[in-house]
């Protein structure tokens, strides 16, 4: 399967400057979103109660549905590659040599990576808008001038919030608050000798560290 595309020159910016890339429009590319995995329940649809699967046929569909999947994904993955591929080549930072070999070495990072070429495959529409073609510029250069700090997985979750669209504030202050009680109740559990005033103690120079970051 081929991923046809026109090259579009575009103006893409890292930090305070513009920088020169290209992007291609895949014109045959699929909608974003995954391949369903299951079919629809024969129940919701029919009334009719689903026959028993015996451990074999279950093994079997979970194999032909496990193929797909990684189908897809390669798929998404080989039209990502094309478009990074080619922002790659024309990054060019005239006054900053070491920034732009620090962003190309990030992009080569994102082209070892399936997995994060798969987020980035599943953010191209068949018709991006010129906002859809500077996000994903934007996502790309972001994680490359990012990527020794990094992992894949860290990766995939942020084109995927991209992707998503953005959280609202209350929300990510909700979330971050559930992920900080949930990490000091891991805390307390593997140290039970902790003390609230300890983590207090912990908090405290968190807050230090994020004031010194402001």
């Known amino acids: 399967m081929t991923h046809p595309g026109v090259g579009l020159v575009r103006k893409v910016t890292i930090g305070a400057q513009t920088r020169c890339g290209i992007l291609s429009f895949m014109e045959n590319f699929p909608k974003r979103g995954r391949p369903r995995k299951i079919p629809e329940s024969l129940i919701g649809s029919f009334g009719l109660k689903a026959p028993e699967i015996n451990d074999a046929s ?25 478009v990074v591929e080619a922002l790659s080549k024309q990054v060019q930072i005239p006054e900053d040599p070491t920034l732009a070999a620090k962003v190309r070495l990030g992009m080569d990072w994102i082209l070892a990576r399936r997995t994060v070429l798969s987020e980035l495959g599943r953010m191209m529409d068949e018709d991006p808008t010129e906002q859809d073609v500077e996000r994903l510029q934007a996502v790309v250069i972001h994680i490359a001038s990012r990527h020794e700090k990094l992992t894949a997985k860290a990766a995939c979750a942020y084109i995927r919030g991209r992707r998503m669209g953005e959280t609202k504030r209350r929300d990510r202050i909700a979330h971050l608050h559930h992920g900080l009680n949930a990490a000091i109740n891991l805390h307390r559990q593997r140290f039970p000798e902790s003390s609230w005033t300890d983590i207090k103690q912990a908090l405290k120079l968190t807050t230090g560290q994020i004031e010194h970051k402001q």
């Open 58 to 82: 279950r093994e079997y569909f979970a194999d032909v549905l496990r193929t797909e999947r990684s189908r897809a994904n390669a798929f998404y993955a080989d039209g990502a590659r094309e």
